[in-house]
């Protein structure tokens, strides 16, 4: 894809031209650290049970940001997925199957995020309100 295709690209399906690169940008950046934050809180909380629920909330916080907070979700969480799929075998012992279906679960929770409903619909109980 050339320089010109991809930047039709971008205004056409993301949505930039409505809005104006900066704001995608900004959005983009600001989305990336609400992933960071869930992230880290996941491996604070180290909660059995929780990890959908950390999925779903990284997702829906940074697209309240907007489209470019969606957009860095969704490629952030398809990055990790295609990652934890290469190395949950290696370094967890699972098997293709166990991947597969742990990453399907993922990527439920993510959309579920990233479509506005409520993160707490995959929440643990017990797990700390702090959360």
């Not at 997925?81 to 190395?87: A, V």
Request: charged share 25%.
């Amino acid at each position: 894809m050339n320089l010109s295709a991809g930047i039709i690209f971008c205004f056409l399906i993301l949505g930039v031209s409505s809005q104006g690169w900066g704001t995608f940008l900004k959005e983009a950046g600001q989305g990336a650290k609400d992933m960071w934050r869930a992230y880290q809180d996941m491996k604070e909380a180290n909660y059995k049970g929780a990890d959908k629920y950390f999925h779903a909330r990284g997702n829906y916080d940074a697209a309240q940001r907007g489209p470019g907070g969606a957009w860095a979700a969704k490629v952030i969480s398809n990055a990790r997925e295609t990652i934890q799929g290469i190395t949950d075998p290696l370094f967890k012992g699972m098997t293709r199957d166990q991947v597969r279906e742990d990453s399907k679960a993922d990527q439920a929770a993510n959309e579920w995020g990233r479509s506005g409903k409520d993160p707490n619909h995959f929440r643990p109980a017990g797990l700390p309100n702090k959360y």
